[in-house]
C-alpha cells in the first residue's frame, strides 16, 4: 500500500496551485490519493466551478461557456468567457437538474430548474445573466416531471425538454413559451439532441437501454434504437451521419449509423477488456476535425481516446488524466475542457457542523455562529473544477495514458489474483478454499471513527470529537480491543444514498450519483436508492444477486427489504419476514431476539445461509425529538445489540466457520479529523488476529473483496476488483474463545423529555426513513444532548489525502 502524506495545507492551497499553471502547457499535478485507493494526476490547467457540475454548454460561436451546477449545497448557473477563461457571471438557482441550451444569437440561455418543473430563461446581456422569463411544464414538486437535457430548434422556435420523473418529452413554442405536446416515452430520459435538418429528435432513455426517435414533423416516436445500460450523453458528427452515444453501465459507447439507425460498433472505454461495472461513461466530445472522440469516465478519473475518423473501424488512442469524477467534456478548437464533478481532492474541513443560527430563503443553513464561513458538510464538500489543456499529440497522449495506468489500482491481473498470502483464510483467488463458510455483513448508520472510537488510545483518534466514547458503546470498542483495531478504513460513499448502494454492489451508478445531491439538498425528489427504483441498479445487480448466480446461499435482514416485502427480486424468498427496516421508533436488540428465532432455527434444520446481510440502524438516533430514545439511549441500543450479535454467533456450532464484518453505511453525520469518509469498521472471527491494532488502508469495497474471496464470488465493480482484501486481519490458526457481550452503561430506555431549542428543532425532522433529516442540525443536536444545550460544538480538524512521498512509482517528468 502507497504510503499517505496528510497536509491540510497542500489540500487547502491546490486549487488555486493548479490555476496558475500555464494554459495549453503539457503538465499533470502532483498525484493525490482519494479515500477509496484511486489517484489523480489532473492534467492542464484549472478554474473553479460549484458544487456538482453536470453539464456544459458552449454558445454557437464559442463566444459563452455556460455551467450548472447541481449539488447538494449552492446551485448556480455561471457564464465563463470560453476564450479568455474567465468567469464572467455566476447567478444562484433554487433548483436545477442537467439541462442547459443556448440560443442561436447567444442571447438566451435556457435552465432546467429541477423540480421546480420549470425552464429558466436568462437574457444574456455584456457577458451577465438576467432572468427574464420562465417556461412551466407543470406544478411545482410534488408533481413529478423533473426537466432534465434540452435542445432548441431555432429554425421552428421550438424547445424540446426531457424528463426524468414521468419520462416525458415537452415540446415549447418559443414564441409563447408554452407547452405545445407532451409526449409519453418508455423510461427515464437523460438528454436529447436534434438532426441538422430538425426532422428527426434522439433521445437518450436513461432507464430503458435505447435511444427513441421523434419525428417532429409528425410529433411521434417512430423508433427507437437498442443502446447498452443507462444511456446517458449523446452527440452526433457534424455531417449528421452518425451518433455517439455514452453507455454509463457498461463502460461503453455505442455508435449508430443515424441513415440505418443502428450501431455500428461498441467501444469498450474501459483501461482493460472486460473490465466490470465502474468507468461510467457519461460524457462526450468530438474534436473539431470529427476524428477523435474524447469520452469522460466518470468513475475512472479520466477521459478516454479514440480514434473515430472511419466509424465502424475506430481505434483506441489513449488516456487523459483529469479530475474526481468528470461528468461533461467540450472541445473548442483544440482546447479541451472537462467539468470534474468533484474536483481534485478529499479536503479538510476545518468549518464542519457546529451550532449554526444562519438559513437562506428554503431554510437552509448556510454559515455558522463561529466564523460566519458557510458550513464544510460532506454532501456539498468537495467543489467542481474545470480542467483545461490543448488537444495531446502523440507523445503527450503516451504519457498521459501511463499516468492514468498508475492513478488505476484496478487491474485484470488484480481482479484474477488478489493481493494475499498463501495459507491465508483469505483466499486469492475466485472458488479457492477458505476455512470460512458463513458470512455475516451488518450495516450501521452514519457515524465516522473519531465519534464512536476517537477515545480509544491504541489508535488515531481524537478525544475532542468522540461524542460515543467506551461508556456508550463498549461492545465496540470491547471487539476493537479484542480483535483487530482498524483507524484507517474509509467508506466509499458520501451519504446513505449512494452508501447502500457502495455497501451492497461496490458501486454507485450513474443515476444514483447524478441524483441523490437534490432530494439531499431539500429540492424535491424521492429517496430510490434501496431496490425501489430499477433505473438505479447497476447493470449485474447487487451482491445477492451474484450470491444467487454462483449458487450460494443468502439470507437479509432488513437491507433491502421491509417487514414483508423485498425491494429487488433475487431477495423474494431470501428476507427474515417481520423483521423491521429503517425505524428508529423499534430497538436494535429487539432487532437482535427477531434474528436469534430466525438463526436459531435455520442452524437446527442445517439451512444457515452463507450469507447473512443485517441492518442495526438505531445509530443513527433520532436527536432531541420530544418522546423519542435520546441519543445515549438510541446508540447504547445498537452497541448492545452488535454486541449480542456476536455473542450468539460465537456461541454457537457454525462460530468455528464463521467471520463478521461490520461497518457503516457512510460517514456523513460527524467529525474526524484524518477524513470526513473516515469510519469504524469491525472484523470478528476465530480466524482475526487478537488484540491487534492495524493500521492499513481499507474501503468499503475491499469489505466486499474479502466476502467474495470468502464466498467464491468475483467482483461486482471495478472497485472491488481493485480494493485491498482485508487479509492482514486474519491468521491461520483459530482462536475459538467467544466472546460476551457487555452490558449497557445507561438506560436504554431513556425518552427525550425536555423541551427546549433543539427538542423543537428534532420534532420537525423527518425520520421515517434515512437522511431524511437535515444533518447538520442532527448533528448539532446530538451534540448539545450529550454536552449541555448551550455547548458550542468544536471546528473538527481533518486531513486530505494529498501527494505521495517521494520514491514512489512516478515519472517526476509526467508532472
Known sequence: ?????LSITLAIGLLPAMAQQQAG????????????????????????LGDLPL?????????????????????????IDAQKE???????????WLGLAFSKDEKSLYASAGNDNIIWQYQVNNGKLRLADSIVLGKRWPEKIGPAGMVIDDARKRLYVVTKENNSLYVVDLTTNKVLNRVSLEAEAYTCVLSADGKQLYISLWGGDKVAVFNTQQGAITQSIPTQSHPNELILSS??????????NENSVSVIDVKAQKVIETLNTALYPGAPAGSTTNGLALSANNRTLYIANADNNCLAVFDVETPGKSRSKGFIPVGWYPTNVKVL??????????????MANPDGPKPINRQ??????????????????IAALFKGTLSIFKEPDAAALSRWSRLVYQ??????????????????????????????????????ENRTYDQVLGDMQEGNGDTSLCIFPEKITPNQHALAREFVLLDNFYVDAEVSADGHNWSMAGYATDYVEKTWPTSYGGRGGTYDYEGSRKVAYPKKGFIWDYCQRGGVSYRTYGEFAEAHEASIKSLEGHYCEGYPGFDLSIKDIDRQQLWVRDFDSLVAANALPHLTTLRFGNDHTSGLRKGAYSPYAAVADNDLAVGRFIEHISHSPIWKESAIFILEDDAQNGSDHVDAHRSPVYVISPYTKRHTPIHNMYATAGVLRTIELILGLPPMSQYDAAAMPMWECFTDTPDLTPYTAVDANVNLEERNVAVNESARRSAGFDLAHEDRAPDLELNEVIWKAIHGEHAVMPAPRRSAFVKLQEGDDDDDDDK
Open 360 to 377: 437562506d430563503a428554503a431554510g437552509r443553513h448556510t454559515g455558522n455562529t463561529r466564523t460566519g464561513k458557510p458550513v464544510q458538510y
Open 25 to 48: 502547457a503539457d503538465t499533470a499535478a502532483q498525484r493525490y490519493t482519494l479515500p477509496n485507493g484511486w489517484s489523480l494526476t489532473p492534467v492542464g490547467h484549472a478554474l473553479p
Open 407 to 444: 492513478n488505476t489500482p484496478y487491474s485484470k491481473e488484480r481482479e484474477a489474483l488478489a493481493p494475499g498470502m498463501a495459507g491465508n483464510p483469505i483466499p486469492q483467488k475466485q472458488g479457492d478454499a477458505s476455512p470460512i463458510k458463513y458470512v455475516f455483513y451488518v450495516i450501521k
Open 55 to 79: 453539464n456544459m454548454v458552449l454558445s454557437r460561436s464559442g463566444k459563452y461557456l455556460a455551467v450548472t451546477n447541481n449539488g447538494q449545497g449552492k446551485q448556480t448557473i455561471q457564464l
Open 1 to 5: 500500500m502507497k504510503k499517505l502524506c
Open 333 to 346: 478548437g483544440k482546447k479541451v475542457l472537462v467539468a470534474n464533478g468533484k474536483g481534485f481532492t478529499s
Open 86 to 96: 474567465t468567469l464572467l457571471d455566476e447567478v444562484t438557482i433554487p433548483k436545477s
Open 239 to 248: 455531417n449528421g451521419r452518425y451518433m455517439y452515444v455514452a453507455n454509463a
